[in-house]
């Protein structure tokens, strides 16, 4: 049984956090127009599992980055972002595929993306890649490389090998139809990975996707009936709920100030991982997520700068 004032049992590995999934370019429109109208756009850093590796870095902790971009130049500037992030890129992986693309019309309410999908579900299970694997103490999944055939089976052997390992698997359970061929059942595949997930972090808008309207106690009693033990639900400006096999406890928010949510979620995996891998209780982790993504609501962008997690323990001076 998980206690909240305890620290969670990790293995013990150089890395804390190892986050597979997609890194790709935003093109983002310059006005509020329809795309017919409008003609200008700019390309931007995107993917949430490199968010995540950003975010742990700056809070104190060791993240790596597995993804794959295509040997174009947009790949390079993706990897130059990185680089100049300090994040590792060692296990990006370059193939002959055009790096993924998402176009979406600048909006001020919930904008519509168009997905040109090339290299990110290319990425494959290498030594190195595999070694990686064992020497860190969680995996995080992000639900893209789970939408294709071929990153999907490498995402089953990550699990295998992590499981082996006694690695902790987080899995992010963000299901976007848009993704996903016709003929795959995308509903199906995700709640297959939550079975041999540890942890998930489904906002309401997650479970709504995946099991339809329900309340979030509800919702949560489906993701465990699944056979994730623990299940984090955020619930925007209401708090979140934390769910250890059934056991639920209520936080409200912590924000004071809301300028832009982009990478809220992000910000909460990113400091939640950084308590428990560095032997923090399950409550002070849970708080420091809270803190994390509090802080960044207050600023514009998916990424912010972010101070030691040390001083949201000791101070919160943000909020």
Known sequence: MIKLNQPFTLKQAPVDVLSIGEILIDMISDSYHSLTE???FHAFFGGSPANLCMNINRLGGEARLVAAVGDDRFGD???????????????????????????????????????????????????????????????????WPLSKSSSRKVVYDAVKIAKEAEVLVGFDPNYHPGLWDE????????????????????????????????????????FHALGCPI?????????????????????????????DTTGAGD????????????????????????????YKLQFTGAVVKLPHYEEFLDKEPHL
């Open 77 to 143: 500037f993706l990897i130059h972002h990185l680089e100049k992030e300090s994040v590792d890129t060692t296990l990006i992986q370059r193939t002959d595929k055009s790096t993924s693309m998402v176009v979406v019309n600048k909006s001020k309410g919930s904008p519509t993306p168009i997905f040109y999908r090339g290299s990110d579900f290319d990425i494959r299970l290498t030594d190195e890649l595999e070694q990686a694997i064992r020497n860190t103490k969680i995996m995080h999944i992000s639900s």
């Open 183 to 222: 003929d795959e059942d995308g509903i199906q595949i995700m709640k297959e990975m939550i079975s041999q997930a540890d942890i998930v972090k489904p906002s309401e808008d997650d479970a709504f996707r995946l099991f339809g309207d329900d309340s979030p106690e509800n919702h949560i009693e489906k």
């Open 38 to 40: 409008n003609n200008g």
């Open 231 to 259: 299940v984090l639900m955020t619930l925007g400006k209401d708090g979140a709920i934390a769910s250890f096999d059934g056991e639920k406890t209520y936080y409200k928010t912590k924000a004071t100030k809301v300028v």
């Open 267 to 294: 910000a909460f995996w990113s400091g939640f991982y950084t308590g428990i891998t560095q032997g923090k209780t399950v409550e002070q982790a849970l708080d420091l997520g809270f803190s994390t993504s509090a």
